[in-house]
């Protein structure tokens, strides 16, 4: 047609054979960094080396973001990089990830961003399970929620602390996005029953008064099972991820019910002593005390903190459930324990305390907020 100005065709067909030559070009380098790898685990079996290090995964992704010069995004870097190294370590030896199950849950969720899709996961129907999973090495890591931005604490996690001997070795934010999950042929108006945790039914309570309020709310015992109920109901809904609705095969109705709009879940990932990782400069510090039962020992456990100007970032108590009216508390602060400065002052603590552990230093979870 005259005066048509319209792009040809066979230019889109150019830049799309370009696309798959370097597509070509990816593969092959895929490959080339599977065959090192295999190398790699030839040498660590014969050298007795750790075949996972938390360190070396966080300074790979840390140096391309780096070099990174665009135009591809480097906050997507994180994600892809991870997911090369989760696989190409598979070739070594599966990483085994306990987690508080079942599939689907956030924890779940928290497991795959750490460690990559291609780890093993073994869910775990109990948070104190998760610990007793990692102390007996039946699984390399655990992953347990430890606290939520709008709901606070989670007590089980800390109170476990006490008991089991492991390390925290990283922490992970999950973004918490609530979705409503139904049958792929049903509508809102549909929905007699919503089915979730109760926790995440406390999360979502204004959107589900003011959309489903005749809907009869129904808790289960993680969100996941809310999805196995609505999968089987099929005028439920459930309250739950999406990533349940694909292991579930439930359609995402709405998205970003909850209540709050920034609501996050902290997790912890622990693991034996000798997995604890080397200072990264930006790091934290957890630790677990019991004080003595003494006038004014609580100042002088923080007192030296604040003269050593540790910035202490989360303080928590808890029954120690071992005497009546003990406490133990939990700590966060900034800094690892191989700074000298740091580990000085808690020496200084651990003298005011019945009990003293350092649960681990671990670098600080990237946050925008």
Not at 229 to 240: C, E, I, L, P, R
Not at 331 to 354: F, P, R, T, Y
Request: charged share 25%; glycine share 6%; hydrophobic share 40%.
């Amino acid at each position: 047609m005259a005066g048509d100005d319209r792009p040809d065709g066979r230019a889109l067909d150019l830049l799309r054979a370009e696309l798959d030559l370097v597509d070509d070009d990816l593969l092959d380098a895929l490959n080339r960094r599977a065959e090192v790898v295999k190398k790699v685990a030839v040498y660590k079996d014969a050298a007795g080396v750790p075949y996972y290090v938390s360190d070396r995964e966080r300074r790979i992704i840390e140096r391309l973001t780096a070099r990174n010069q665009g135009p591809f995004p480097s906050e997507a870097i994180r994600p892809v990089v991870q997911e090369i190294i989760s696989a190409c370590r598979s070739l070594e030896k599966s990483v085994r990830v306990a987690y508080l199950g079942p599939e689907g849950t956030f924890t779940h969720q928290a497991a795959k961003l750490h460690f990559g899709t291609s780890c093993r996961p073994m869910p775990t129907g109990t948070i104190a399970g998760v610990f007793e999973e990692v102390l007996r090495g039946e699984a390399d890591f655990g992953v347990v929620p430890v606290e939520n931005s709008s709901e606070g604490i989670v007590s089980h996690t800390l109170d476990s602390f006490l008991d089991a001997d492991l390390c925290i070795t990283a922490e992970v934010l999950v973004e918490v996005s609530h979705c409503l999950l139904v049958h792929h042929d049903i509508g809102e108006s549909d929905v007699q029953r919503v089915y979730s945790h109760p926790q995440a039914l406390a999360q979502c309570r204004e959107w589900l008064r003011a959309n489903l309020s005749r809907a009869s709310l129904i808790e289960t015992n993680s969100t996941a099972d809310a999805a196995r109920a609505a999968q089987t109901d099929h005028t439920g809904a459930a309250v739950a991820s999406e990533l349940a609705a694909k292991l579930y095969d439930l359609r995402v109705l709405r998205r970003q019910l909850q209540d709050i709009g920034d609501n996050r879940t902290r997790f912890l990932v622990v693991g034996p002593d000798d997995s604890a990782p080397p200072p990264s400069g930006d790091d934290k510090t957890s630790v677990l005390l019991v004080l003595r039962d003494e006038p004014g020992v609580l100042y002088r456990v923080l007192h030296p903190l604040s003269l050593a100007g540790v910035n202490l970032s989360k303080i928590e108590s808890r029954p120690s459930r071992r005497r009546a009216w003990e406490y133990v508390f939990f700590l966060d602060m900034d800094g690892h324990i191989a700074d000298e400065n740091l580990a000085s002052v808690l020496d200084e603590v651990a003298k005011s305390c019945e009990l003293f552990k350092v649960l681990g230093s671990y670098p600080k979870v990237k946050t925008d907020a």
